[in-house]
Every structure is written in structure tokens, then in C-alpha cells.
């Protein structure tokens, strides 16, 4: 095989992981769909013929399958974390540089409480700054997304969004995406692509833009550590601090105006800096 086959060949294995992820997110979906239409169907009465009320009767249904996207996320999630768990472990086999990269040992209590802070910060701070520029509405909507993911009890929100989509997506684009496409490009070149397919798959751009910059933390975090657990710790807190301030409305108990807004979220940013200081440092 050439050099050509084989860097054309490392391209196809890092980028087919968050196409197989969504892949797997539609065939969720398409088997949530299929009962829940059986469901309705069951429910309808037989005289149902006009078109309005077959119009009515789909947009029922897909009324109802944005109430289970929470429920399909965690499905699909939890599937990921099996296949590209399994993957990742095999790469880190191969690869002197990242050989325990799943183990927890690697990491250690300061460790643990740097990660939670750093992911609690990045969460608050990056999301202020995102907030400030006129990203939603132009490629997709947050809020619509948002609204449809954080539906459901706190606890099965914390559950999906704060653990195991976590989980998945950082074997996915640091464990398996970063990782592979750093054996064919400069390491922070393999940064910035794993970044950018990072904020891709979210399909939109305002959570695409501070998914990026949110994943540039965790590749420097995993640079520094060789391990994955204190990525998923980052991102686990990240997300669980976005459920907690949307769930309890959090924000808007600072949000009394742009002055306090700006100071609150240079804080929040320092903060998220020294931390990530510390971690490079240390």
C-alpha cells in the first residue's frame, strides 16, 4: 500500500466515527417514530379520512417525537459509549503515547478538582461570550434544540446530557478523531479539525461555535494528561452546569444588565484560564 492509500486511509478512520454516532442517532429515532406512529395509529379513530385531520394526525406525532428527543439522545449515547468505547480502548493499545488513556488511575484528586472547575467555568464563561455574538437563527437554533433536549425530570436530563452523552462524544472526537488524525497532521492542525467536526455535529451554529472552543480546552487538557477521564469530567460538568442554570434559571439571577453581564462572564473566563494554567503547569 502507498504512503497516499495509507494517509487516505487513516482520513476514512478518523472521520467516520461522528458520521457512524449520527447514523445511529437517526436509527434511534427512525425506531422511536415507527412506535410511536403505531401508537397513535391505535389511538385514532377509524373515521379519520380528510386531509385535515391526516395533517392533524402527523403533526401530532411529530409533536410527539420531539417530547422523546431526550430519551432518543440517551439511547443513542448510551450505544456509542459500547462501540466506541471498545474502539478507543483498541487504539490506545497501539499507542505508546495514550496506552492508559481510560484508566481512572491516571488520574489524581487535584487533578479531579481542576477538571471539575475548569468544566464548570467553560460551561458559564464560554457560553456568556457565545451569547454575545449574533450566532442563533443563522445556521439552525439553539433554542430550539435546547428546548427539546432539556425536556423530561432533572434527573434523566443529568443522567443523558450530564454523563453519558459526555462520555460518548469525548471517545468520539478526542479519543478517536483527535487521536487519528494526530498520526497524519501537526498536533494542534488535528485540534483544530477534530474542533471543528466537533461544533459540526451539533448543527447550529451557536452551539457549533462553543462546542469548538470548549473542545480546544479539552485537547489541551488531554495533551497534558494522556488520559481521556479528566476530558469527560471537563464535559460532564460543562453540561451538567448548562441543565442545572437552564433547569433552575440560574443566569438571570446576574443578568440584571450588560455592565454586570460583561464583568461576571471576564471573571468566569479568568477563572477557566487560571485553572487550565494550572493544568499546563503543573
Known sequence: MSEKDIRFDNIVKALYPPFLYLIMMLAVEA???????????????????????????????DKRLENYTYII??????????????????????????????????????????????????????????YLLPLDDVIGSYEKVSSQLLKGGIGIQLVSLGI???????????????????????????????????????????????????????????????????????HSMANITAVLSEYYQISEAVNTGMVMYLLVMLLELFLMGALLYDVIEG
Open 31 to 61: 425506531g422511536a417514530d415507527i412506535y410511536l406512529l403505531i401508537k397513535q395509529t391505535d389511538s385514532v379513530n377509524a373515521s379519520m379520512g380528510s386531509f385535515m385531520s391526516s395533517y392533524q394526525f402527523f403533526e401530532n406525532l
Open 73 to 130: 439522545t440517551l439511547i443513542a449515547a448510551s450505544m456509542a459509549v459500547i462501540v466506541f468505547g471498545i474502539l478507543f480502548i483498541r487504539d490506545c493499545s497501539v499507542n505508546q503515547d495514550f496506552l492508559t488513556a481510560y484508566r481512572w488511575k491516571n488520574v489524581k484528586r487535584k487533578d479531579f478538582f481542576l477538571s471539575v472547575g475548569i468544566g464548570f467555568f467553560s460551561a458559564t464563561g464560554l457560553s456568556r461570550l457565545v
Open 164 to 234: 453519558v452523552v459526555p462520555i460518548a462524544e469525548e471517545l468520539i472526537y478526542r479519543g478517536l478523531v483527535f487521536l487519528r488524525m494526530k498520526k497524519i497532521m501537526e498536533v494542534w492542525t488535528a485540534a483544530v479539525f477534530a474542533s471543528v467536526m466537533f461544533g459540526l455535529f451539533h448543527f447550529n451554529l451557536l452551539q457549533g461555535v462553543y462546542t469548538f472552543m470548549l473542545s480546544m480546552v479539552l485537547i489541551t487538557v488531554f495533551l497534558k494528561y494522556r488520559s481521556i477521564i479528566p476530558c469527560i469530567i471537563i
